[in-house]
């Protein structure tokens, strides 16, 4: 530490203690991971860059990933700031599964309705708004797993084949149609009872 009369002045880390830091913090992260997921699902991370840099946002923001019992299903709950993935879920759909819950966790994440200001029809627009983003994000991670010789969900395949087909315009078209890994709705239901429960009736809007 460098001393002025009056001021104190830490000195400051090199590029190659920065990257030292980062590093030994990267190593850090993916022992939790293999604790957590097991040594052959980091070894499969390991062939997205994209998702490793995922989990460095997610681990830097506080959001704490959670494997949870039951059936095959994600979600990111926002009053825990954690992502719950399904235990039982194969392999490389938690991975990919990661990578949808980070849109909603950090990039796009879903606010509630406005009583009286909100509307229904604009609410359900705007998750599947949200949601087009999340799954256009995972495709990327599907790509990168496809280009290492990864198998991949044949759900997750068929999203890869509508967005080479239409682009975000497909996806957000087939959502529509689409039933939650959470709750068995279609989206647009899914998100019009979210509506519906948080906004009392005398407030709401078509």
């Not at 879920?89 to 009583?115: G, Q, W």
């Not at 890994?181 to 809007?205: C, F, H, K, L, M």
């Amino acid at each position: 530490m460098f001393r002025i009369p009056g001021l104190f002045l830490m000195p400051r880390k090199t590029d190659s203690e920065q990257s030292k830091a980062k590093a030994k913090a990267a190593k850090s992260s993916l022992r939790n991971l293999k604790r957590q997921f097991g040594k052959r699902m980091v070894e499969t991370l390991l062939k997205s860059p994209t998702l490793i840099d995922d989990i460095d946002k997610i681990r830097a923001a506080g959001v704490r990933i959670r494997l949870v019992d039951g059936p095959c299903r994600a979600y990111y709950d926002r009053k825990k700031r954690t992502i719950y993935i399904g235990r039982w879920c194969p392999r490389n759909y938690k991975l990919i599964s990661i990578a949808h819950e980070f849109v909603h966790a950090l990039v796009k994440p879903t606010l509630d309705p406005i009583p009286g200001k909100t509307g229904r029809q604009e609410f359900i627009n705007r998750c599947l708004e949200e949601e087009t983003e999340a799954i256009v994000h995972e495709i990327e991670i599907v790509k990168e797993l496809i280009k290492a010789g990864t198998p991949v969900d044949p759900k997750e395949l068929e999203w890869l084949k509508r967005y080479r087909r239409g682009g975000r315009k497909a996806i957000r078209k087939a959502l529509e149609k689409t039933i939650t890994s959470t709750t068995g709705e279609d989206y647009p239901e899914y998100y019009g009872s979210w509506y519906d429960e948080i906004v009392p009736p005398a407030q709401r809007i078509p």
